[in-house]
């Protein structure tokens, strides 16, 4: 019943349609899905058939896409206990996320900057990979939101006595956590943990896979820099945005771009051949190998770093001639859309993707936004994915 009526939730979300018009198209009874919520049986024959009224509008009309104001109540609104990647995300639940980060962003421009909502809840943060911003943001998220906050270091645990990764989510799990937030280097580690523990998992980067908070922070910064220039910004419908850089080994890449995708945007991606994946087209992009031709008419640039500690062998001829063919300079910018603005995950190599004179344009680059809406982004997701574990009405 309950999956039938997160369908339900999603379907009226994607044509744009009421409750109540649906369960009249569907069932010629207006009042049907709010009497199915508060507990009317329904025959299999029935939902069968809502079933089939659902897939056959799909397919008939286009969808409307999300009102960003309004979701479906309660944890109809983010149905996940883990946050592992963006592929699984529906674009409602991404601009649910980016709608419950804003308040955060309020909070901690404030001189005080305290919330008790995870007051007694205790998070580990475990990463097995290095990292500055997302393990620091998780925790100023995690004690900004009262919570007990326990960063666990790959380098000083027992997995350099030999402790395996499965056995180390075993330990974290005994210990009773009511979140866990992972960095590692294996694509699908997060995943392994996910499912060997009794809390939500948060995917804080693995391997090349996803790294779906820092999605979620380039989504917000982005709107959060429009929405200062006057635009409404409700989603990226319309504009051309270019990743360029080391896209073979980059999750920021992948976890960015379906982002991107999902609220509208149309992305190009721009790498040297051999540091881009094959089939991207699949995914709906446009590859390039020429930058300035990237560039044409982009109103976005987001510069990733090479991402040296994942080759294996000579991918490049030289930083230099990298920085030649595919690096930002203040003279290549003038190639994309006037006012182009400039994006960067972090942590940035100068002079090689990208010139200081860029990486500190006032008026262009948002890299610094883009890391303080990484702690509101982690507050938002702490928040919702431990609703459940504090029985906050709706979503236990
Ligand atoms: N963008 C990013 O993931 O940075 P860190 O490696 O410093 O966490």
């Known amino acids: ?32 899905v709010s009497q199915l919520k508060s507990g009317r049986d329904l025959r299999s024959s029935t939902a069968t058939k809502l079933r089939e009224f659902m897939a056959e509008y799909d397919a008939r009309e286009p969808a409307k896409g999300a009102n960003p104001n309004r979701y479906p109540a309660g944890r ?17 639940e991404i601009l649910y996320l980016l709608d419950e980060a804003e308040p955060w962003i309020e909070l901690n421009r404030q001189s005080s900057k305290h919330a008790d909502l995870l007051s007694g809840l205790t998070i580990i943060n ?80 693995d391997g090349q896979h996803e790294h779906p908070t820092q999605g979620l922070l380039d989504s917000l910064a982005l709107r959060h820099a429009l929405r200062a220039r006057g635009e409404k910004a409700d989603d990226f419908t319309g504009l051309t945005i270019t990743i360029c850089g080391d896209i073979l080994h980059s999750r920021v890449a992948r976890s960015t771009l379906l982002c991107l995708q999902a609220l509208g945007a149309s992305v190009r991606l721009c790498a040297p051949p051999a540091l881009m994946p094959v089939g991207v087209e699949a995914m709906g992009v446009e590859p390039f190998h020429d930058f300035d031709a990237a560039l044409s008419g982009s109103d976005v640039v987001m510069m990733l770093r090479l991402q040296t500690e ?32 400039v994006m960067h995950p972090g942590p940035m190599n100068r002079g090689v993707e990208i010139d200081s004179d860029v990486a ?37």
């Open 1 to 32: 019943m309950q999956d039938l009526l997160h369908e339900i939730e999603k379907f009226c979300l994607r044509h744009d349609m009421s409750e109540t018009r649906f369960g009249e198209l569907a069932m010629n009874d207006k009042p049907f």
């Open 76 to 92: 109809l609104a983010f149905p996940h206990r883990d946050l592992l990647g963006i592929a699984q995300l529906e674009r409602h």
């Open 126 to 205: 475990a990463f097995f990979e290095n990292s500055t911003r997302t393990l620091l943001s998780f925790e100023i998220a995690g004690k900004r939101l009262g919570a007990d906050v326990v960063n666990m270091h790959a380098a000083q645990s027992s997995v350099k006595k030999g402790e395996t990764l499965i056995d180390t989510a075993i330990t974290l799990n005994a210990m009773r956590p009511d979140a866990i937030v992972i960095r590692h280097a294996s694509s699908g580690a997060t995943q392994l943990i996910a499912d060997k523990v009794d809390c939500p998992v948060l995917n804080a980067g």
């Open 310 to 341: 994942r080759m294996e062998g000579q991918f490049i001829p030289s930083p230099r001639e990298y920085h030649h063919l595919y690096g930002l300079t203040k003279e290549r910018l003038t190639r994309a859309a006037p006012d182009a603005l």
């Open 360 to 396: 500190d344009m006032l008026d262009r680059s948002i890299i610094t936004r883009q890391v303080e809406m990484g702690v509101a982004i982690r507050m938002a997701c702490l928040d919702i994915l431990t609703r459940s574990a504090r029985k906050v009405e709706g979503w236990a």
